[in-house]
C-alpha cells in the first residue's frame, strides 16, 4: 500500500512538472521569437554576418544595436552603472537606457515602440529605431526573413589585420641603419586604411629562433578570424649556431607547421612568402643563395594547400634583369656615399661591418619597396579578398 502510494505521489508529480512546462513553452512561443527562424540582415545591398542576429518578441523584430550601429559608422559606449547606452557620429549623440521606451537623440525625445533589452550581453532596440536615430531607410523582407537597411551614411568596413613575422629582410629597421629598410615596412603605404599592418619580424631571427621571442607570442595571441599572417624565413636558418640552424626538409617544414597552424587555428589566412635571393652572380647570372630552403617552402606550401608568394624567384627574375652592376646601383646597400644616402663618415661609422666591406646582402629603401611592390604582385596572383584593399 505504502509502495503504491508513493508512486501516486511520484506521478502527480511528473503531472505537474509536465503542465508547467508546457505553460512556459507555451509563453515563450507566444512572447518570444521562433528559434528556428533566422533572421538576416542586409545594409546597402551587403548581407552582414553578425554573433547575434536579430530576434522577434511580441511580432516585432529587435535588432543587436551595437552590431548594426557599428556597421553604420557610429561608435557605442556602454555604461553598466546606469544600464545605457550612448552612441555618437560626428555631432549626432542617442542615448538609451534598458527597460526604457523613452530614448533622446541629441536631446530630443523619441520612443520606441517597445523597451530595449539585453540578450545574451548585448542590446536589443526594435528595427524602427534605425530609421528614427540615424535616419536610415528600414524594411522587413518576408520572403526572405531579412531586416533590409539602406543608410545614407557611409557603411563602416570591417578593419583586417595583416600580421607579418620573419627576419631583417621583413623588419621595420632602426633609423640607425638608414637606408637599410625591410619590405615589411614598404608595404604599409600599399593597402588602403582598412587594412592595419602590423610587423612583428626581427633581423637575426629563423624559423627556429623566432618561436621562442616575445613577438611570436604577441601574434599568436592577437590574430582573429579574417586576419593574415605572412611568414618569411629562411636566411638565417644557414647559420651555424644550434639555436637558429634547421634542416630545410625537416626541421624547417616543422616550423612553417607551427606557424600555419596557429594561424588557423585562430580562423587567420596564413601565407607563405620565400626569402628572396641574396646578391649571388655566377658568370653573369643571378643564382639562389639560400640553398635548399626556399624550394622547402614551395613544396611545403604545395603539399598542404597553403598560399605561396614566391618572393625569390621573383627576386632572381629583377636581379637577372638589372644584371649585378644595376642591383648593386639600386636594390642592395652599395654605392651609399656615391648616391648621398650617406656622409662619408655616416658610412665610416656604419654599425654593420659588413656594409663597409660591400658584403652587406640587406636592401636599401628603393629595393625594399621593390620586394613590397612583388608582395603586391603576389597578394594580386592569389585572388584573396585581401586585394581588394590594396591601394
Known amino acids: 500500500m505504502i509502495k503504491l502510494r508513493l508512486i501516486a505521489k511520484f506521478l502527480i508529480l511528473i503531472f505537474c512538472l509536465a503542465t508547467i512546462y508546457t505553460q512556459f513553452c507555451f509563453a515563450e512561443s507566444s512572447n518570444g521569437s521562433d528559434a528556428s527562424e533566422i533572421i538576416s540582415v542586409e545594409i546597402n545591398g551587403v548581407v552582414q554576418n553578425y554573433p547575434q542576429p536579430p530576434i522577434i518578441i511580441n511580432d516585432r523584430v529587435l535588432i ?40 533622446y537623440v541629441n536631446g530630443q525625445e523619441k520612443l520606441l515602440t517597445q523597451p530595449a533589452i539585453i540578450v545574451n550581453d548585448r542590446t536589443f532596440v526594435p528595427v524602427r529605431f534605425v530609421n528614427e536615430a540615424l535616419g536610415a531607410d528600414v524594411s522587413w523582407n518576408e520572403e526572405t526573413s531579412s531586416v533590409v537597411i539602406t543608410s545614407p551614411l557611409p557603411v563602416a568596413s570591417k578593419p583586417i589585420t595583416v600580421f607579418l613575422i620573419g627576419d631583417s629582410i621583413v623588419e621595420a629597421t632602426s633609423p640607425a641603419y638608414y637606408p637599410r629598410e625591410g619590405w615589411g615596412q614598404m ?41 593574415y599572417l605572412f ?16 634542416d630545410p626538409n625537416t626541421t624547417y617544414k ?27 652572380f655566377i658568370d ?19 603539399d598542404n594547400s597553403i598560399y605561396l ?23 642592395f646597400m652599395f654605392y651609399l656615399v656615391e648616391q648621398g644616402l650617406l656622409t662619408q663618415e655616416q658610412f665610416d661609422n656604419y654599425p654593420d661591418p659588413l656594409t663597409k666591406r660591400g658584403k652587406d646582402g640587406h636592401f636599401k629603401i628603393e629595393g625594399a619597396d621593390k620586394l613590397a611592390d612583388f608582395i603586391v604582385e603576389g597578394i594580386k596572383e592569389l585572388n584573396i579578398p585581401l586585394a581588394g584593399y590594396l591601394e
Request: a positive charge; hydrophobic letters at 35%; proline letters at 4%.
Open 254 to 280: 616543422d616550423n612553417l607547421k607551427i606557424y600555419v597552424d596557429a594561424a588557423k587555428a585562430k580562423g587567420a589566412i596564413p601565407i607563405l612568402v620565400t626569402p628572396p635571393s641574396g646578391l649571388n
Open 187 to 227: 608595404l604599409k603605404s600599399k593597402f588602403t586604411k582598412e587594412v592595419r599592418l602590423k610587423n612583428y619580424a626581427i633581423g637575426g631571427r629563423s624559423s627556429k629562433s623566432y618561436l621562442v621571442e616575445p613577438n611570436w607570442n604577441i601574434v599568436k595571441n592577437s590574430m582573429k578570424k579574417g586576419d
Open 64 to 103: 543587436p544595436l551595437r552590431a548594426i550601429f557599428e556597421s553604420l559608422g557610429t561608435e557605442v559606449l556602454w555604461d553598466d552603472a546606469l544600464q545605457q547606452v550612448t552612441a555618437q557620429r560626428n555631432d549626432m549623440v542617442i542615448i538609451i537606457k534598458i527597460g526604457d521606451v523613452k530614448t
Open 284 to 302: 653573369g647570372i643571378a643564382v639562389n643563395s639560400i640553398g635548399g630552403f626556399p624550394q622547402a617552402m614551395r613544396d611545403f606550401a604545395k
Open 231 to 246: 611568414i618569411q624565413f629562411g636566411h638565417n636558418d644557414r647559420a651555424q649556431e644550434e639555436y637558429k640552424r634547421t
Open 309 to 331: 608568394i614566391d618572393l625569390n624567384e621573383k627576386s632572381l627574375i629583377l636581379y637577372n634583369t638589372l644584371g649585378e652592376e644595376g642591383c648593386k646601383q639600386h636594390l
